[in-house]
C-alpha cells in the first residue's frame, strides 16, 4: 500500500525530461488509475490523499522550479545570440579594417611614387631654369658685344663726321641716325632678356621716374617710321606738351612701339 506514495516519482521524471505538461499528464493518468482501479477501494482515504499531494505537489514544485530556469536559459541564449552576432560584426569590421589598412597601404606607396616623380621633376625644372639663365645670360652677352660696337661707331659718325675727311651727305646721316636708334632699342631689348630672366626670379625692378609723353611716344614713333615710311603709311603725332607721368621709361616705351609695330604692319 505504501508504494503508492512512489507514485510522484515518475511523474517528477516525466515533468523533468519532458515538460511540464508532460507531468501533468503523467500525474493526470496516475490519479486516473489510482482512483479507478478496484484495488485502490482498498487504501485508506490518507494514504490516497497523500499519494495524489505528491504527484501533483511534485509537477508544482518543478514547474516553480523550471519557470526561472527557463528563464535563465532563454536569456543565457539570447545574450549567446547576441554575443554570437556582435563577434561576427567584429570579424567583419576587422575585416573591412585589415582591406581599409590594405588600400590605405597602397595608397601611401602610389602617394610615395608621385612625391619622387614631383621631387624629380622639380630637380628637373630647376635644372631647365637654369639652364635657360645660363643661355640668356651668354647669348645677351655675345648680342651685346656687336651692338656696342655698331652703337659706338654710328654715334662716332653722327657726332663727328669730319673724321672721315670730308663732308657726308645728309640723307646718310639721317639712314644712320635710324641705325643708331633702332640699335640702341635692340640693345635695350637685349637687356629686357636678362629682366625677364629676373622677373622669374621675381627679382626685377623698376626705374620710375617722372617723364614727358611726347618724349616716350616720340622716341617709339622715331623707331617705327622707316615702316611706316616703306609700306607708304603715315605717322601724326599729338602730344600735349606738358603732359608727363611718372613711370619706367623703358617700359612705357616698348609699349608704345609694340603698338605702333602691329599699327604699321597689319595696314
Known amino acids: 500500500d505504501l508504494a503508492v506514495c512512489l ?11 519532458i515538460s511540464v505538461e508532460g507531468g501533468v499528464a503523467a500525474a493526470a493518468l496516475c490519479t486516473a488509475l489510482l482512483l479507478a482501479r478496484p484495488a485502490a477501494a482498498a487504501l485508506s482515504g490518507l494514504l490516497r490523499v497523500v499519494a495524489l499531494l505528491g504527484m501533483w505537489g511534485t509537477v508544482g514544485l518543478i514547474a516553480l522550479a523550471l519557470r ?3 528563464t535563465a536559459l532563454e536569456w543565457s541564449w539570447a545574450s549567446y545570440e547576441q ?12 575585416l573591412e579594417l585589415r582591406r581599409t589598412l590594405a588600400d590605405l597601404a597602397d595608397a601611401n606607396e602610389q602617394l610615395t611614387r ?53 663732308k657726308l651727305p645728309a ?20 637687356d629686357d ?6 622677373i622669374d626670379a621675381r627679382r626685377v625692378a623698376l626705374t620710375r621716374e617722372w617723364v614727358t609723353l611726347k ?38 616705351r616698348e609699349v608704345v612701339i609694340n603698338l605702333l609695330s602691329n599699327a604699321g604692319r597689319f595696314t
Not at 193 to 198: C, G, H, K, P, Y
Request: net charge negative.
Open 7 to 17: 507514485l510522484a516519482i515518475p511523474v517528477g521524471v516525466a515533468a523533468l525530461t
Open 68 to 70: 526561472p530556469l527557463m
Open 83 to 94: 554575443s554570437r552576432r556582435a563577434l561576427e560584426q567584429a570579424r567583419d569590421a576587422q
Open 114 to 166: 608621385l612625391n619622387r616623380l614631383a621631387h624629380g621633376l622639380r630637380e628637373a625644372a630647376e635644372e631647365a631654369r637654369q639652364a635657360k639663365e645660363r643661355f640668356v645670360a651668354v647669348v645677351s652677352h655675345e648680342l651685346r658685344t656687336p651692338l656696342n660696337m655698331i652703337l659706338g661707331f654710328g654715334e662716332m659718325i653722327l657726332k663727328a663726321p669730319e673724321t672721315y675727311g670730308r
Open 171 to 190: 640723307a646718310l646721316l639721317a639712314d644712320l641716325a635710324v641705325i643708331v636708334r633702332n640699335s640702341q632699342h635692340l640693345a635695350n631689348l637685349v
Open 193 to 198: 632678356v636678362l629682366d625677364l630672366s629676373q
Open 215 to 252: 618724349e616716350i611716344i616720340g622716341a617709339a614713333a622715331a623707331v617705327v617710321r622707316p615702316l611706316f615710311d616703306s609700306k607708304h603709311l603715315y605717322l601724326e603725332l599729338d602730344v600735349p606738351e606738358d603732359a608727363a607721368v611718372f613711370c619706367d621709361r623703358t617700359r612705357i
